[in-house]
């Protein structure tokens, strides 16, 4: 069966370098994992593109030079030139590399490169840098990935491990799976894993990081002849027929058989491979033989198709395009199988010419392309890039790369990029008077400038990975974007970028980019030689999902109209870098945050500072989330959020290290000042008093300091706190009082709103704080401003000066109260709040109470008055089961000369038990208008005695008050509570009394 010149050319070796040998021969080669690896596959998504090849003449390892080009939408611009990783040195250790693969260190928090060497039986790394223990940690000026191989495993004798190891791939916890034809040295081919420790003694006896033993997978083929073993990869999602029938599942393992008498893809189950815990099961290996087989031979035959290379082609939604693999072959074609459809379709490209070998899929921009490695007669050869075809004619390469590249065979494909903190000759790298240091490892869709602080020992890398999220599932798009405002874990065990670390994107955003309109993409950074050490440093980041996920639906901010979306980004501290990044207040205060923020680790908090590109400004280099919309646009929302985002500002500055602590309270006391303020209204006075509060920040670096520990801690408050009240401004600014977002940060001189502030007494907060178990009391609290006068302010609650039950008294009334400060616990001799409160009548154990408080300014101003509604009785208020109590109206009666002092209201659901009560805002001395209880629910032409004036108690120190404020209350037992305010004026001034 079969063709035997092709079976022939299976089993040639490499020894031979003359180009009939090297096309002749199948070099077998492994993809990277797809999106199950740290974001290395082709499912994932990114704007920066990282294709290295290896030569098999000299052993050269590469990347391809690619960078952005200026079109719109972006592309990939590829050069015909190419970067080495290695050395000469290092090239002559090694006897031919057959395959390549980009693959994650969890230790070393790094993506390192693994190479097979065929000829010597060798699979080696290239380690990427760190700054970690036991890592490869560059001198200044060496390269970012270590040019010198470190040896992981040679082949010693039959069942020592794979013997011809020609394809490597690897899943998102490290370990590499290895495939081996047959050779000189072990005639059965095999399929092999060499576990890695990503803690000490996992799977071996040594030191996290390592790599044991490889341990035999399969080499019996359920007892068919296989010889050529041709690719590999980890299955990065599912592939499911239009009938149903399941081809493969996310995390199995693929090997490509490319024996031209029995072609086939065969499936090994992840379920066969690992055990519950996500671990090698590596006490059920070997296996008799794979799964499945996905792709039989006849498939392959009906093609006259002997496969070379293999990797997978991404589902193209917009286009209705069905996921597919894409395969090589002896002939020069490059099929594609179709996995919905269960056949292979029109070609992907053909007539290519002989000597093609491996096959990789990356993306750029969110759009997939191809390399292809071919050899050539002249013992060249050349990398071939391409697009997806045209809707008719001929897919031509887009790109050639043939300079310096002989016999290419490996290829591995990396969304990721890395670039070095750059060298100095004299001072700080990236603090004056050197110049602030650019990174855009991944081009423009992530850009970060820091601004470092003298003295600061930057080193190290900036190696960041990208992955996209083409639709947040809470997001629906219907008759307009609309989210649920529930949080979205991702990262480890979710199947949004799956390789990454745990995280959560708060619900305060949602997606809102790419072809879906719902989609988002998040990026990895990893610079631990740089978020420990930058304290004092200004860390800003702008991201443009632009140029990794375009779509109709991406929010622009040249596109604002006041109240409308602007495009947010979030940012959190990695979960799994802790002791390097430490941990922020949304990682942990559950009680603080809600969903919309915040709450347990790995929290990303919405951070955007500025709106020219969506920007964030903060404490160091981690993981973001970018593309995003507020996930509800009403300005009750929002100011949910900016008291969210307040109280984290505030446990920032609580918990970092400032010394002396004049500056933490005087840094603390702007803060609080700015709340007050929007608290009260004044959103001009709050943004001038956070701009304020900045600058202070900025003048004082010298008292901020790191107090980074084991697993937590901040080791750059300075910054986290700029880039916080940068935040709080723009949530101010532009979610909450509909104002065009600013382009930068800080703000240009003379763009601050200036603060006019008012001399009318405000009250900023008015709160209870309920008891503590076991105790009788709670307190109240309050704050104002403008209200420093000799009368201050006045505190009655519902049932003033009244005694119901067993003599206690539960009313309170006083006056002459200081104007309020939190944590004063106004309790026991000023206030008594005793629980539970009672009804006014005592048939009833259905009650609530109402606290007024008014304070009083400067004479002349109005007074500033709250009142809050509590229900403290047994059993508490909750949505009664019949219709809720309502107040339909409350009115006074008007005449020529004003308010008569009549008034009338009417409820609705009343029952028999109903009863309201009538609060005077001045209620008790020392105006003497005490509240008025056990009233009907429904009056007319009730007569009330309202406030007369001064000239009533013959004190003229008192302020004058023609106008007074009423609250209504109204209770039932059955249908639950009502408030309503009603304002009455004196028409005849302080004087005048009915």
Not at 537 to 559: K, Q, R
Not at 628 to 657: C, D, F, M, R, W
Not at 916 to 939: F, K, W
Request: charged share 10%; net charge negative.
């Amino acid at each position: 069966m079969g063709n035997p010149g092709i079976m022939k050319n299976n089993n040639a070796t490499r020894e031979s370098v003359t180009a009939t040998s090297g096309i002749c021969r199948i070099v077998l080669a492994r993809l990277l994992t797809g999106a199950a690896l740290l974001g290395i596959v082709a499912s994932v998504n990114a704007d920066q593109l990282q294709v290295t090849a290896a030569n098999s003449n000299g052993d050269l390892v590469y990347d391809l030079v690619i960078g952005p080009s200026s079109t719109t939408p972006i592309a990939p611009v590829i050069a015909n030139a190419i970067t080495p990783i290695n050395n000469a040195k290092d090239e002559s250790t090694h006897g031919g590399f057959d395959a390549l693969a980009w693959v994650s260190n969890s230790v070393c928090k790094t993506l390192d490169l693994i190479a097979a060497d065929a000829i010597k039986g060798q699979i080696v790394r290239y380690s990427a840098a760190s700054t970690l223990p036991n890592c490869y940690e560059p001198a200044k000026g060496a390269p970012a990935v270590n040019p010198t191989a470190q040896i992981i495993f040679k082949w010693s004798k039959l069942g020592s491990g794979p013997a011809r190891p020609n394809g490597v791939s690897a899943d998102a916890n490290g370990n590499v799976f290895v495939v081996s034809s047959s050779g000189p040295w072990d005639p059965k081919p095999s399929v092999w894993v060499l576990p890695f420790n990503s803690t000490a003694n996992q799977y071996c006896s040594g030191a996290a990081g390592a790599y044991c033993a490889p341990v035999l997978i399969d080499n019996k083929f359920s007892n068919t002849l296989t010889l050529a073993l041709a690719e590999t990869l980890v299955a990065s999602a599912s592939a499911v027929t239009s009938t149903g029938t399941v081809l493969w599942k996310a995390g199995d393992l693929l090997v490509l058989v490319g024996d031209s008498f029995d072609a086939r893809l065969i499936v090994y189950s992840s379920g066969k491979i690992y055990g519950s815990s996500g671990q090698l099961a590596t006490h059920q290996l070997p296996l008799g033989g794979p799964t499945s087989t996905a792709i039989p031979w006849l498939k392959f035959l009906a093609q006259l198709a002997a496969p070379f290379g293999m990797d997978l082609w991404p589902a193209n939604t917009s286009l209705g395009g069905d996921a597919g693999v894409l395969f090589t072959t002896i002939d020069g074609r490059i099929l594609r199988f179709d996995t919905v459809q269960n056949k292979f379709v029109s070609d992907f490209a053909q007539r290519l010419g002989p000597g093609l070998q491996k096959i990789k899929v990356g993306t750029y921009a969110n759009v997939p392309y191809a390399f292809v490695a071919q050899l050539a007669f002249n013992g060249t050869g050349q990398i071939l890039a391409f697009a997806a075809p045209p809707a008719s004619g001929v897919n031509r390469p887009l790109a050639t790369v043939s300079h310096d590249v002989m016999n290419p065979v490996g290829l591995a494909v990396s969304n990721s990029g890395i670039q070095s903190v750059p060298t100095v000759t004299t001072g700080t790298p990236c603090a004056p008077p050197n110049p602030a240091c650019t990174f855009e490892p991944l081009g423009p869709e992530l850009v970060t400038i820091i601004q470092a602080y003298p003295g600061d020992n930057l080193s190290g890398t900036v190696q960041e990975q990208t992955c996209s999220v083409q639709s947040d599932p809470r997001v629906t798009i219907e008759e307009g974007w609309s989210c649920d405002q529930s949080a979205l874990t991702i990262g480890a065990g979710t199947i949004y970028c799956p390789s990454f670390p745990s995280a959560v994107i708060p619900g305060s955003v949602c997606g809102h980019s790419g072809p879906t309109g719902s989609g988002f993409a998040v990026v990895e950074a990893t610079a631990t030689g740089i978020d420990p050490n930058d304290n004092n440093s200004f860390v800003t980041s702008a991201s443009n999902i632009d140029a990794v996920m375009p779509g109709t639906s991406n929010l622009e901010c040249s596109a604002f109209t006041p109240g409308g979306p602007i495009p947010l980004i979030a940012w959190g501290t990695r979960s799994d870098l802790t002791t390097v990044e430490g941990t922020i207040p949304e990682d942990s205060d559950a009680s603080l945050f809600g969903p919309a923020l915040g709450g347990q680790p790995g929290y990303l908090a919405e951070m955007t500072s500025s709106c020219d590109e969506s920007t964030t400004t903060q404490r160091g280099i981690s993981i973001y989330a970018i593309g995003l919309g507020l996930s509800s646009p009403t300005p009750a929302y929002a100011n949910t959020l900016q008291s969210e985002k307040y109280q984290a500002l505030e446990q920032t500055v609580t918990s970092a290290h400032i010394v002396p602590t004049s500056v933490q309270n005087t840094l603390s006391g702007y803060i609080g000042t700015a709340e007050d303020y929007v608290a009260a209204g004044n959103i001009n006075c709050a943004l001038n008093e956070i701009v304020t509060a900045d600058n202070y920040v900025r003048n004082n670096l010298p008292d901020f300091f790191s107090n980074l520990v084991s697993g937590s801690g901040n080791p750059n408050p300075a910054g986290d706190i700029d880039g916080r009240l940068a935040n709080w401004y723009l949530t101010i600014n532009t979610e909450l009082a509909g104002n065009a977002p600013n382009a930068t940060w800080p703000l240009p001189a003379g763009s601050v709103p200036m603060c006019a502030a008012s001399a009318q007494p405000q009250i900023t907060s008015f709160f209870l704080q309920p008891p503590s178990a076991g105790d009788e009391a709670g307190y109240i609290d309050w704050t104002t401003v403008n209200t420093a006068t000799a009368s201050s302010c006045n505190l009655t609650d519902l049932y003033a000066d009244a005694t119901y039950v067993s003599g206690v008294t539960q009313g309170y009334t006083s006056s002459g109260l200081p104007t309020g400060g939190p944590g004063q616990n106004f309790e026991g001799d000023s206030i008594t709040v005793v629980y539970p409160a009672y009804p006014p009548s005592t048939s009833s154990p259905y009650g609530v109470d109402t606290y007024t408080l008014t304070c009083f300014g400067a004479a002349g101003t109005t007074p500033a008055t709250q009142s809050m509604l509590v229900g403290v009785s047994t059993p508490a208020p909750g949505t009664p089961a019949n219709p809720q109590l309502t107040i339909s109206s409350f009115t006074a009666e008007v005449s020529g000369l004003g308010d008569d002092g009549y008034l009338s209201w009417a409820t609705t659901n009343a029952t028999e038990g109903s009863t309201c009560t009538i609060t005077d805002e001045y209620g008790g001395t020392p105006y003497n208008q005490y509240p008025l209880a056990e009233l009907p629910p429904n009056a007319s032409g009730y007569f009330y005695s309202y406030f007369c004036g001064t000239a009533l108690l013959g004190s003229e120190s008192l302020p004058a008050m023609p106008s007074d404020t009423l609250t209504l209350t109204c209770s039932d037992p059955e249908n639950g509570t009502a408030l309503t305010m009603l304002t009455i004026t004196n028409p005849d001034g302080p004087d005048y009394c009915d």
